[in-house]
């Protein structure tokens, strides 16, 4: 790829030297380019075909569970693992750089998966609320409680991310 953005640079006359910030904004274009036609084939034809696959189905905890904001929060899931695939090959002198972009990828896929747990826990809350036997209960409470530990786990490991440690130093500290 990298190549053939810098005959293509040549050709018009633009290239000189892989510094050049024409050749970096070319690179970025295309690697944004490519993420956002990844998210919108996820949200144009993954969560339909879901929807549709659920809808078609006799029982209703699957309606429940595979709601639409669960199904947006998964199809988020592909803008940071495109680009951390995509990063390295695109960046490969710039180390320093690149380390950069994926410390904040990384976090950035820690706080989308902290997202899509929340979700998930409250769906599987709606589902509970929804059983007879499971009504009276206080589950609410046990679910919010839940959210506030994948929330914290995320926050740990985002500052684990930070200061290149690993979680477990700053849960003993």
């Not at 380019?33 to 998210?39: E, G, H, R, S, T």
């Not at 639409?68 to 180390?95: G, K, S, W």
């Not at 950069?100 to 902290?114: D, E, M, R, S």
């Amino acid at each position: 790829m990298n190549a053939i953005i810098h005959r293509w640079l040549g050709a018009l006359g633009l290239a000189n030297g892989e510094s050049n910030w024409v050749y970096w904004s070319v690179v970025v274009a295309i690697i944004a380019l490519v993420i956002f036609i990844a998210d919108a084939l996820c949200r144009r034809l993954f969560i339909p075909i879901v929807r549709r696959i659920v809808s078609r189905t006799r029982s209703s905890w699957d309606d429940i569970l595979f709601n639409d904001a669960l199904l947006r929060d998964v199809a988020h899931l592909v803008p940071p693992i495109l680009v951390a695939v995509l990063l390295p090959m695109a960046f490969l002198n710039e180390t320093s750089m690149l380390e950069f972009l994926l410390k904040v990828n990384v976090i950035y896929l820690i706080v989308v998966v902290a997202k899509l747990l929340c979700t998930f826990l409250s769906s599987l809350y709606e589902l509970s609320n929804r059983k007879n036997s499971l009504r009276n209960h206080p589950l609410k409470g046990v679910y919010q409680m839940l959210k506030i530990v994948v929330i914290c786990v995320a926050l740990i490991i985002i500052v684990s991310v930070l200061i290149d440690k690993n979680p477990g130093y700053i849960l003993t500290a």
